[in-house]
């Protein structure tokens, strides 16, 4: 079975101080992992993908994340946070053996910044 | 690439009477359309999966007759909310996969206000 935690439903952070989104996910077989963002009444952004290559994933405006697998982690982390990035945050995962490619969505985590 | 839209952006209806929601998938072939609900900070709620030219899986809970999914060809599927109430007010998003790609491409979402 598939599922995803994100730990924090609300996280504030000041302008230019590093940002932490946590996730942790469970998966019966080798997962993919998405960190998407949504600011208000806008669709989905995917800020980037984890699907087996490196554990270190980039992704777009400065954040990046890492796949643990012995913490079942997938962090979303960002040196420097910026007042565009206040929106609400969501990390999913899809089993790849899955092939319906369903997708598990976390609860979301709502990011405030603070000028 | 692998862009996704939805039409219309916003739509506001008379209780009772129904509303249909398009999904294209506009440089792709989408072998798999997935439709979502998502209320006020929430997170998205599966609705139903559909294949082309195949009838739509719905999630527990969500009635079929209420919800009308059509996935006639590879870039179309629409929704289709019949006897609408305000209830059924709420942020609809679609996706579409390719199959073997672990990965789904996200809608910008419709908004629908039921009066």
């Known amino acids: 079975a598939q599922s995803v935690t994100q730990l924090d439903s609300h996280v504030s952070v000041s302008e230019g101080t590093p940002v932490l989104l946590r996730c942790n996910y469970s998966?019966?077989?080798?997962?993919?992992l998405f960190w998407y963002v949504q600011h208000p009444n806008k669709g989905l952004q995917l800020l980037l993908k984890?699907?087996?290559?490196?554990?270190l994933v980039k992704g777009i405006n400065g954040f990046e994340a890492e796949f643990k697998k012995s913490e079942t982690s997938f962090h979303l982390t960002k040196p420097s946070a910026h007042m565009s990035d206040a929106a609400e945050y969501f990390c999913?995962?899809?089993?790849?053996?899955?092939?319906?490619?369903?997708?598990?969505f976390g609860t979301g985590t709502s990011l405030t910044v603070i000028p | 690439g692998a862009v996704v839209s939805q039409h219309p952006s916003w739509v506001i209806c008379k209780s009772g009477t129904s509303v249909k929601i398009e999904c294209r998938s506009l440089?792709?072939?989408?072998?798999?359309m997935f439709w979502y609900r998502q209320f006020p900070k929430q997170s998205l709620m599966l609705m139903a999966t559909?294949?082309?030219?195949?009838?739509?899986?719905?999630e527990q809970g969500v009635e079929k007759d209420k919800f009308l999914i059509n996935h006639a060809s590879l870039t179309l599927s629409t929704l289709t909310v019949t006897s609408a109430h305000p209830e059924d007010s709420s942020f609809y998003i679609c996706?579409?996969?390719?199959?073997?790609?672990?990965?789904?491409?996200f809608g910008p979402g419709t908004r629908l206000t039921v009066t």
């Open positions: 984890y699907t087996s290559a490196a554990t």
């Open positions: 996706s579409a996969s390719l199959r073997r790609k672990y990965e789904q491409y």
């Open positions: 440089d792709f072939q989408a072998t798999t």
């Open positions: 999913v995962v899809s089993d790849r053996r899955n092939t319906g490619n369903q997708f598990y």
């Open positions: 559909s294949n082309e030219g195949s009838k739509a899986t719905y």
């Open positions: 998966s019966s077989y080798s997962p993919s």
